[in-house]
């Protein structure tokens, strides 16, 4: 699953790197903060160091926006095909990063 949590990892943000999802047949927003999660694994001394994201603040300025319907977004998050191309507009940059950790599936 994406924007994981675990007690062992530890987020950093990337400033200026919070991107919005619109469903635009809902009306729904979602922010993602995108960051890296680092860590060890005690146990195994793996060592953690990844892209990911988690929920941003609703105080957050995204600095980036990919919107369509609902359903196209979440075929699009599950690297599933769309019927239809979704809308992108912003800093290319965050949504590049963002693409790079959706490319990586399920962690």
């Known amino acids: 699953m994406y924007g994981r949590e675990h007690r062992l990892l530890t987020f950093a943000p990337t400033e200026g790197q919070v991107v919005a999802l619109v469903a635009t047949d809902t009306g729904r927003r979602w922010l993602l903060q995108l960051g890296r999660e680092t860590g060890t ?23 980036a926006t990919v919107s369509g319907p ?38």
């Open 41 to 63: 694994d005690p146990e195994s001394g793996e060592q953690y160091d990844d892209a990911n994201f988690r929920p941003a603040t609703d105080d957050a300025t995204a600095v």
């Open 70 to 107: 609902a359903a196209e977004l979440d075929l699009w998050l599950w690297n599933r095909p769309t019927s239809a191309p979704l809308h992108r507009t912003g800093d290319t940059d965050a949504l590049a990063a963002l693409d790079a950790i959706l490319a990586e599936g399920m962690q």
